[in-house]
């Protein structure tokens, strides 16, 4: 992975090493400036992915050879020979623990080691956190808007960016809180449950109930095999009659495709009913299907909804279905679930809430993995400091000033347990005490002194990478999903909230501003 760079920093290496340089103690920081989505937060993800990487940074011969290539002819042939020696043994990368929520300006992510290396590591870090941050951050806002209790499904495979955006996506969103994909290859690689049952093309394949093979299905409980075509079109006259539907409206590809379906998965059939007429077509044959199996032994699992006014027509399938559910005597009938898709956005599921819905699944696709709100986080790798000095990039814009020093960060909660402030202290600090009041300067205010008195107080990072391997247990991502949980439900309803949230603060000690003052004033 150590080729997955810009070329810059190659260019930024060979500089470093022909002036002596190479092996310069560096600290860097990766942070981001703005919250997502106009949101006050983000969720942290990617971590393990880059300590992956970093365990395998290397460059082989095939590599060098091709650097050769590339590079200035007037570069020595020495630097190709030390890069060939090149790992991240000498690296020690400090992070928050992946999934935890992340604000802008605080550094989420800290490298220290030879500025050559520290300085080559920048690009590939940044590619493998941002996006992963991003769309995390993404699913968690569709987590937060669904509540606790909806499932969701992640169905962006066919409009990722690429097979490696789609299986970024898949676990990325896993992590942000959604239940399931389906996306079969990301199920393999992570674990993560896949689901998926019908679309429209396997509906509109059938034309009539002859076309299905095999016809008979047995009983859950044992006995002679039930010739379920002829089973399921007789209910639905009696479906048809209730819901004072003409039979004839029925179309009998779609009855041949759902029977044909149930045959194969009697203990996994789901309805797709939007492919002719929800009401007058693909309602009747579900509930005729759905009653024939229920007859053998077997329950349905559920309905989809691809079109149409979502919310609206799940309250009125579910409205038949109670009605089926009690006019056969098939209390279970009341409780299909309703899973609906179909361009689902935010603005969808806002929707959903302030209308009422009967939903109780969703599938959301381009709108979670493409990220349209905000295709990129925009994180930044800065250098703090090289050599043992503290350096900064110094600019008229506050927000793009950098803030000095290897530095500890803080998270302060309150005492009702939400975080109202992350604090950065220079490295050799003492810990702040719980209960103490600290003299703070908060970021976009520091020409005043605030002071603040936190409950509990909490070191966000870990030391995740040392001499070459990683030196922290790894969660599973099951674990990392419900960390991100846990970390989203402590912060407070005014910072959680996704639109016009109560800015989140971050502060620096005295000790750090005055040392923020003083290179300021040097530089200037």
């Avoid at 992946?98 to 590591?121: D, I, N, T, W």
């Avoid at 990039?393 to 309150?414: A, N, Q, S, V």
């Avoid at 603040?452 to 990072?461: A, I, N, Q, R, S």
Wanted: aromatic content about 8%.
């Amino acid at each position: 992975m150590a080729p997955l760079t810009d070329f810059y920093q190659l260019t930024m290496a060979y500089g470093h090493w022909r002036a002596g340089r190479h092996r310069l103690p560096a600290a860097a920081e990766l942070f981001f400036r703005r919250g997502p989505f106009r949101g006050a937060f983000a969720l942290g993800a990617g971590l393990a992915e880059g300590l992956r990487c970093l365990r395998a940074f290397r460059f082989s011969a095939a590599d060098v050879a091709y650097l050769r290539s590339v590079l200035p002819s007037t570069t020595e042939d020495a630097f190709f020979d030390y890069l060939a020696t090149l790992d991240a043994s000498e690296v020690t990368v400090s992070a928050v623990p992946e999934g935890s929520v992340v604000f802008a300006r605080v550094p989420f992510l800290q490298v220290k080691g030879p500025l050559l290396v520290v300085q080559l590591l920048e690009t590939m870090l940044l590619c493998l956190v941002n996006y992963a941050s991003l769309v995390a951050t993404n699913a968690a806002r569709f987590r937060l808007l669904a509540g606790p209790d909806m499932k969701l499904m992640e169905i962006g495979l066919r409009r990722a960016q690429g097979p490696d955006g789609a299986l970024s996506a898949s676990k990325y969103s896993y992590i942000g809180g959604f239940d399931c994909t389906s996306n079969v290859l990301a199920g393999k690689l992570y674990g993560i449950p896949v689901r998926g049952t019908i679309a429209h093309s396997f509906i509109m394949s059938f034309t009539s109930l002859e076309e299905v093979q095999p016809r008979e299905l047995l009983p859950l409980a044992g006995g002679e095999p039930v010739d379920l075509p002829a089973l399921a079109k007789s209910l639905l006259q009696w479906v048809c009659e209730l819901l004072q539907t003409p039979p004839e409206k029925t179309n009998r590809g779609e009855l041949a495709a759902f029977v044909s379906y149930a045959i194969s998965f009697p203990h996994d059939f789901q309805g797709l009913l939007d492919t002719y007429c929800v009401r007058r077509s693909g309602l009747p044959n579900f509930c005729a299907v759905a009653l024939a199996l229920h007859q053998l032994g077997y329950r349905a699992i559920g309905v989809r909804l691809d079109s149409g006014d979502l919310a609206q027509q799940s309250k009125e399938i579910r409205k038949v279905l109670r009605a089926c559910g009690a006019h056969f005597q098939v209390p279970w009938f009341e409780t299909i679930p309703i899973a609906v898709s179909n361009d689902i956005s935010e603005q969808s599921l806002e929707e959903f809430s302030r209308e009422g819905s009967e939903i109780d699944m969703i599938g959301v696709g381009t709108n979670l993995v493409t990220c349209p709100l905000q295709p990129s986080l925009g994180c930044v790798y800065k250098l703090v400091e090289v050599n043992g000095s503290p350096c900064m990039k110094l600019t008229e814009d506050e927000e793009k000033m950098t803030i000095p020093g290897t530095k500890t960060i803080y998270r302060l909660y309150d005492v009702a347990g939400h975080p109202f402030m992350d604090l950065m202290a220079l490295e050799e600090e003492p810990l702040p005490s719980a209960g103490q009041e600290l003299a703070i300067r908060v970021l976009g205010r520091l020409g005043e002194t605030s002071k603040v008195v936190p409950t509990t107080v909490e070191p966000l990072h870990r030391t995740y990478f040392r001499d070459g391997q990683v030196c922290e247990p790894l969660p599973s991502l099951p674990e990392v999903r419900s960390h991100a949980q846990v970390s989203l439900s402590l912060l407070s309803p005014a910072h959680r909230r996704l639109h016009e949230p109560q800015p989140y603060p971050v502060a620096v000690t005295e000790r750090l501003h005055n040392l923020l003052t003083e290179l300021r004033q040097a530089t200037q």
